[in-house]
């Protein structure tokens, strides 16, 4: 969020950087790779089991039920892997192998397909990768790695990428010193059943494996939690919603298939953070500094606002802690004037948090120390003010471990009624590993809502695959898509854009195209190129910068946008 009138250069240049690094990223893989194309060291024992999947999938997990075996195309024998990425899953395809301590390897296979990757984690020297953009007909891959001093297996594996289409691997060869084996891996697990149930939570339970070192639970797909025994307690759901679980028994020598699938269901109520925050809600940045916005005092704020966020509070010398002063420009003739106003919203039925970051932002949470200062200077100042909750709008990335830490911190000190939203930016949404997205997911359970800023952004990825500009309703709905699909709940999920032109340096729509975006992802109408396999009526809303810019634009955006989000089913 912008303290200037209009975001500062440096503050595009840094998006853009960010832009060019994400599909670098993309585009270029891991470092140390090899280049494609050669042959497989044809003398040399092949380590991999079912190398050619002659065998369906035997040896191989596929995240997410991604992975099948099929007749043709194949480049060798009878039968090759075809792997279909989702909106949020690349299709990886894995296998655990042992090795030797300190001792060269070749890794390849043959691929078809667009954006196929190939790679190697757990070398305990430097995991690799390699990959080809598009491959139409068969086309082998090649790379290399040394093991580690302690180095007994590594995982070997292939994958898409999110939202492309199906691709297919064969004859995939690990050549190099074989390890000890050990244990077989072991078998699925059976006997998986659901026990007490929670409006946020489920417990499972199932019958021991033998050879089992571990487990993996996996809800609707996706891999949720890691434990020791046969029982397990996952959290994080909504309430009153059904979700499927599968589990998988671990040792040294791999991960077994999947169990039978059971289906769990919440219970009514409850089911994550927000206080009192309604179903569908507005929520709006309040600048606590005067910017050529209209300058207001929080009981001037449009009644249209259900969360208003005060932005923002600063960093002090202390790592993680931070301060709030306000800012005699606002207008206030002293601090209990303002604490009136926040009284005066939550007796109106608004929320009011203290907002962490913005442009100018610095606060830092990189260790457990930070964590405990950041927690506890929130707390006070809630206390001090009475704040609701808290806003983490840090545009200069954060640590998913303790901002983790530090926000279920808070959340003991403050109870359920604590409100907790969040304002990634594009990028950091982009993808379920970005610490952004990590972190909404670990506080999925006390998390009010997620409005990601869909402006001052390039173009970027939907959760179909495709690439869309900022600036139409397609930008908005194939994004949310990526929050929606990628294990948010909906109400945990707004669309966050600018009050108007002078709100933001890029990226302003219309309200008509705010509410569009709305009426196509909660109703399925109004949609544009892209519309959603389904659609999500528990939508929480929207969210802009800022109330002042929307108070000089005469309220256009609240009169607009807040009667559409009070209005969804």
Request: hydrophobic share 35%.
């Amino acid at each position: 969020m912008d303290r200037a009138p209009h975001p500062r250069p440096t503050r595009l240049r840094r998006t853009l950087a960010r832009l060019t690094s994400a599909f670098a990223t993309i585009a270029l893989g891991a470092t140390g790779l090899v280049a494609l194309g050669g042959t497989a060291e044809g003398a040399a024992a092949n380590l991999a089991q079912n190398p050619g999947f002659e065998s369906g999938l035997s040896g191989w997990t596929c995240s997410a039920g991604s992975g099948t075996t099929v007749a043709s195309p194949v480049h060798s024998g009878s039968a090759a892997l075809k792997a279909t990425p989702a909106g949020s899953d690349n299709a990886r395809c894995a296998q655990t192998v042992a090795v030797k301590p300190n001792s060269s390897y070749t890794l390849s296979a043959w691929v078809q397909g667009s954006y196929v990757y190939l790679g190697a984690s757990g070398t305990g020297t430097t995991d690799v990768s390699t990959w080809t953009p598009s491959a139409t007909g068969w086309q082998q891959l090649s790379t290399g790695f040394t093991t580690g001093a302690g180095t007994t297996s590594v995982t070997v594996y292939t994958h898409g990428w999110y939202g492309q289409p199906a691709y297919y691997a064969d004859d995939i060869s690990l050549t190099g010193p074989g390890g000890d084996p050990g244990d077989p891996v072991p078998g699925a697990p059976s006997g998986l059943k659901t026990g007490s149930v929670t409006s946020s939570s489920i417990d499972l339970s199932w019958s021991p494996v033998t050879g089992a070192t571990g487990y993996n639970v996996y809800r609707d797909g996706s891999r949720v939690q890691s434990v020791s025994g046969a029982s397990a307690t996952v959290t994080g759901l909504a309430a009153s919603t059904s979700y499927q679980f599968q589990v998988t028994a671990t040792n040294a020598a791999g991960e077994s298939p999947r169990s039978s699938a059971v289906t769990g269901t919440t219970s009514a109520g409850g089911g994550g953070g927000g206080g009192t925050v309604p179903k569908h809600a507005v929520t709006g940045y309040w600048q606590n500094f005067n910017n050529g916005a209209a300058v207001q005092k929080l009981r001037d704020v449009q009644d249209q606002y259900d969360i208003i966020a005060v932005a923002f509070a600063d960093a002090t010398g202390t790592p993680g802690a931070v301060d709030f002063t306000l800012d005699p420009a606002v207008g206030y003739g002293g601090e209990q004037q303002f604490k009136d106003d926040i009284k005066a919203k939550q007796a109106a039925g608004k929320s009011v948090v203290i907002s962490i970051g913005g442009q100018n932002g610095t606060v830092s949470i990189n260790d457990s120390a930070s964590a405990n200062n950041f927690a506890n200077s929130v707390y006070a100042l809630m206390r001090g003010y009475g704040f609701n909750g808290v806003d983490i709008d840090l545009e200069n990335g954060l640590n998913a471990t303790y901002m983790t830490q530090a926000l279920r911190s808070l959340s003991a000190k403050a109870g359920s009624g604590l409100v907790i939203t969040m304002a990634p930016q594009t990028i950091d949404m982009q993808s379920t590993s970005g610490a952004y997205f990590q972190t909404a997911l670990n506080i999925k359970d006390i998390l009010t809502v997620v409005n990601m800023q869909y402006y001052n952004s390039g173009s970027m990825l939907g959760c179909d695959g495709k690439v869309y500009s900022q600036g139409s309703v397609d930008f908005l709905t194939a994004l949310a898509c990526i929050q929606l699909e990628g294990g948010l709940s909906p109400s945990q999920v707004g669309l966050g854009l600018p009050a108007s032109t002078r709100g933001a340096g890029s990226g302003y729509v219309s309200p008509a195209i705010v509410n569009n975006a709305l009426d196509c992802l909660a109703r399925g109408t109004n949609c544009g190129s892209f519309k959603p396999a389904r659609t999500y009526p528990g939508l929480r809303g929207a969210m802009t910068w800022s109330t002042n810019w929307d108070a000089t634009a005469g309220n256009a955006w609240s009169n607009a946008v807040g009667p559409k989000v009070h209005g969804l089913p």
